[in-house]
């Protein structure tokens, strides 16, 4: 049976180009070798979309994003547009997709693979066989919350002020994807706040505990956020799925992607409510001190497009696939100078991609 679906693919700037070119010889080799029938459209975003257009991201590519079963994009920025005007600057074309599609869930691997436990930060021992799912609250939380601003005292002094706020249905829905990942997952959420000090941080965890009473499969346990980022150094293989606001989603993801080895090995998805869009992403920026030379890794899109694969497109063994093939290759020596390790084999983008497609051909076939 054929099984149809449309993605948006928004290479974007520096070395996103590059990356999301591997990426698409993968969604070519899912059309001829697994029946997956992708209708494929592409625009630019960023600093690309503003030397084409004047804006981050065109009406035209936005109507794309929200009609589209899923987008998938590369990286955004550079110092090229270090000088454009706030609201056109690269990033806008990100945050405009987010607010725009309602991102409001930012799913996070913390996924450390067995050829790279050497390069964790962290003794082999506690990163071996480490697979973290990070819920993060994308659209709350405060970095929007209001009222905010900096303001000028009468004694001359300065205020800065950013509000912390959250709503019931803002918190039951990150809850609910929360609990139906770990349903897919080791049944195992930690909620993560700061009940001890912010009355926000209480209504997280009473809201998501009553969420929790939806899910009698799924065990709870909340854990303060400085606690949390304590743990998640000193045993991170006690969690299965981490779900936390924005600010602390924020900081906490980023020290357990550090227990993970390298940037370029690291996917996300940011998803709406059920049915609505969704946007796939490595989590490394457009990194332009190696952009055109051929030379970045492109895991990170690759795996964006197996978790695609999985929330967006329902097709697990094919997202299975995708990152056995990368474990395989992995495990056969090849590294991308980013994850270079000595007595490995150094490779450049291209034939970083070449060797999944043909891990992925031997795991097809056997
Ligand atoms: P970066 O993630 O682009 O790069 C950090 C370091 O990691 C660099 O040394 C880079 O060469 C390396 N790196 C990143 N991805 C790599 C890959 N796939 N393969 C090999 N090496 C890789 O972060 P930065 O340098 O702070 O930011 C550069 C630009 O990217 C800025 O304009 C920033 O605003 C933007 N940015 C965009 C996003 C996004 O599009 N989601 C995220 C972060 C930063």
Known sequence: ?????????????????????????VIDWLGTNRGLDFTIYEDLVGGAAYDAYGVALSDDALARAKQVDAVLLGAVGGPKWAGVEYDKRPEAG????????????????????????EA???????????DIMFVRELTGGVYFGEPRGIE???????????????????????????????????????????????????????????????????????????????????????????????LFGD??????????????????????????????????????????????????????LAMALRYSFDCADEADLIEDAVRSVLAGGLRTADIMQPGKARVSTTVMGDSILRALDHLNTH
Not at 1 to 22: N, V, W, Y
Not at 94 to 109: C, I
Not at 120 to 126: A, D
Not at 270 to 299: F, K, T, W
Request: net charge negative; with cysteine.
């Open 120 to 130: 964790s930060s962290l003794k082999p021992e506690l990163v071996s066989g480490l």
């Open 1 to 25: 049976m054929t099984r149809k679906f449309s993605l948006l693919i928004l290479p974007g700037d520096g070395i996103g180009p590059e990356i999301m070119a591997e990426a698409r010889r």
């Open 152 to 246: 000028t005292l009468p004694d001359g002094s300065r205020r800065g002020v950013n509000s912390q706020v959250y709503t019931t249905p803002e918190i039951h829905r990150i809850a609910h994807v929360a609990f139906d990942l770990a349903g897919k997952r080791n049944g195992q959420v930690t909620s993560s706040d700061k009940a001890n000090v912010m009355e926000s941080g209480l209504l997280w965890r009473e809201e998501v505990t009553k969420i929790a009473e939806q899910y009698p499969d799924i065990t709870l346990d909340h854990m303060l956020a400085d606690s949390c980022a304590m743990q998640l150094v000193r045993a991170p293989k006690q969690f299965d799925v981490i779900v936390t606001d924005n």
């Open 251 to 304: 900081l906490l993801s980023d020290v357990a992607a550090m227990l993970t080895g390298s940037l370029g090995m690291l996917p996300s998805a940011a998803l709406g409510v059920r049915g609505g869009g969704a946007m796939y992403e490595p989590v490394h920026g457009s990194a332009p001190d190696i952009a055109g030379q051929g030379i970045a890794n492109p895991i990170a899109t690759i795996l964006s």
């Open 94 to 117: 990100l945050l405009t997709l987010r607010k725009e599609l309602e991102l409001f869930a930012n799913l996070r691997p913390a996924i450390c693979f067995e050829a790279l436990v």
